[in-house]
């Protein structure tokens, strides 16, 4: 299925929204954006400076312009020619509520409605929609969003197969790199692989087995080099040598059975807190907090333009 090719409606313009407004004005899209918040024009133009030039070191696409953006206080207006939404409201039911109704009556029958929400459940936005629930799905993005590919899709349970096909293509469009989570669950998919690494590094910390800046080197300079390049799971294969996972699997798999076993439930108390955040300040001491964002960036689009060129990567 192609992408919609109409306008873009962005609902909610803080740090994702201005990355998905930023991200779409790149591929050469008209966007149209809204929000309430007093200063929230200013504030985007203002981001969407911030966010360009590595935009442009990516390569922009034919047709792209910030000038391509309008800025409406006016919801119904925001929306009411768009070929897709992306809502990235506050992460309250309350709000959600009132503005899910609100785009419901306001955006045309056949356009998708999707959620950057992070950990609310599609089926729950759908029942907030009387009239077309069945164009409403989340994509669910990582910030930074106008550089990170990564993008969850997820259908509530009146989804139609239409609007999931036609965020794919959409996001697709984008240089996003879209996943289809094909359950519905707390935090989605890749959330919750984040929450069983903290969990056993928060677990780690609380023992003493290790301190807060040993965990962030054993990932930083361990297996996070090879998860950004193929994944935890194709890198056991590559670790099975030409056996690949089933070989891994015979061999390593009750010894693995056994680590995964050994994983202590924890809990996030008040004390845990306070050691996990005196934990980073030591480990920052010294550094400057600003040169490291742009430096991280800066590797990060170096990395992302090394696995453009490549061919054999899944």
């Excluded at 993005?141 to 293509?169: C, D, K, M, N």
């Excluded at 099975?240 to 061999?251: K, Q, V």
Aim: glycine fraction near 10%.
């Amino acid at each position: 299925m192609t992408a919609p090719r109409g306008p873009v409606a962005v609902v909610g313009t803080g740090v994702i929204g201005t990355g998905w407004v930023a991200l779409a004005l790149a591929h050469g899209r008209e966007v149209t954006a809204h929000d309430p918040a007093p200063g929230a024009e200013e504030r985007l133009r203002s981001g969407l400076e911030t966010l360009w030039p590595a935009l442009v070191r990516l390569g922009l696409a034919e047709g792209s312009s910030q000038e391509r953006l309008t800025f409406t206080d006016d919801l119904e207006e925001a929306v009411a020619q768009a070929s897709f939404v992306q809502e990235n409201g506050p992460e309250r039911i309350d709000l959600k509520q009132d503005l899910f109704a609100a785009l419901d009556r306001a955006t045309p029958a056949g356009t998708v409605i999707a959620s950057s929400s992070s950990g609310l459940e599609p089926s729950l936005l759908q029942e907030m929609c009387e009239e077309h629930p069945e164009r409403v799905l989340v994509g669910h993005p990582f910030h930074p969003v106008h550089l990170i590919p990564l993008v969850e899709v997820v259908p509530g349970g009146r989804t139609s197969e239409q609007a999931v096909t036609g965020a794919t293509a959409f996001y697709r469009e984008l240089g996003k790199r879209p996943i289809h989570v094909r359950q519905e669950l707390p935090g989605h998919v890749t959330n919750r692989l984040q929450a069983a690494l903290w969990k056993e590094a928060y677990s780690l910390v609380e023992r003493g087995a290790a301190t807060v800046a040993d965990i962030d080197a054993a990932i930083a300079y361990g297996p996070g080099l090879r998860w950004a390049l193929l994944g935890p799971l194709v890198g056991q294969h590559l670790s099975g040598g030409p056996g690949g996972m089933a070989h891994l699997l015979r061999h390593l798999g009750p010894p693995a059975q056994a680590w995964m076993d050994d994983l202590r439930p924890v809990r996030l108390t008040d004390e845990l807190a306070a050691r996990l955040v005196a934990g980073v300040d030591d480990e920052l001491t010294g550094i400057d907090q600003a040169a490291m964002v742009a430096e991280r960036d800066d590797l990060l689009l170096t990395l992302l333009e090394q696995k453009r060129s490549r061919t054999a990567l899944p």
